[in-house]
């Protein structure tokens, strides 16, 4: 599915129009094409600070998605009385308000932090600051942490991972599904090939970090193990669900079932390896099953994936909705 970065919370943008003007250095924000600058922080007035975070968002957005995503997972979006304010932007059709905010650019995902009136921008930088000032080591049902993995340095291997994964991953997947934001139906062998290669090196990391032994009877299995998701189980999963349906949709062709990279065989002399061998990345598999079944998931998933479908096959592009109005009720 096509997730997005809307809630069931309703915001209202005109409630914020007076009040959001941008003061500070002349940094660049997130794009919707992935181009990031090497700043994220931006300074506002605190002439109106809001009491709750603010954040800018497209329903459809994959950099915007991490950020949802992690809120959901900190609870944040489910307090009692909400701590989140979302405010969706239609980048086909950008409110001034907001143009003025981010000097011209309208580009999302943006966090507004309360009190301070701090703008915050980049999805991966994004998520960061959010688990800085909201996690809790008493939360036991937040990200997996230091604290409650068995690897006391699993939060910064996390975190060097989702640094390192939009040069990886998610570069390879755009390549497989087409080159880039567009869309190809016809298979690319050499593309793909390397996406699966990754894809391998992603299953032995899951390996590496949960116990073989019981990992195909687990209900859930994340990156760096542990009962919950972490920063890089967030900032890959949103473009694998994308690759994955699109992939399906435009070249019958099923993400985490390997067709042109055959991992290697290990040593026959390797016992033990032998044992640990498989011929299908099943780690993966079932990582990409787990986070399809995460509550944040499905409470991100988009609402008409039909309508979804059919705008990808007119527009052939996974960022048609950067140039025409669309949302995650009618894409």
Known sequence: MFSSSSSDLSSSVSSFQNDAKLLGDDDDIDDIDGRTSSSSNIERSEKHPHEKIVFYTHSLCPYAHRVRLCLDELHLLREEGGKVDIVDVDLSNKPKFYLDMTKGRGVVP??????????????????ERLWEEYYSDDDSSSLTSSSSSSSPSSYEDAKRFANA????????????????WSFDTTRNERTLERFEREIWEIDALIEKHNDDDNSNNKRKVFLFGGKRASLADVAIYPFAERFNLALQHFQGYTLGNVEYYHHPSPPSSSSSSSSKHHQQPRHFQKWLKTMQTQPSSL????????????????????DYFDYETADYINP
Not at 299 to 318: E, F, G, H, I, P
């Open 110 to 127: 943006l966090i507004e932090f309360p009190e301070t009136g701090e703008l915050v921008s980049e999805s991966l930088r994004i998520n």
């Open 299 to 318: 409470r991100c998933a988009v609402k008409n994936q039909d309508a979804l479908l059919k705008a990808w096959s007119r527009t052939k592009r996974l």
């Open 165 to 180: 994964c939009d040069q990886k991953f998610v570069s390879l997947g755009l390549q497989a599904i087409g080159g880039g």
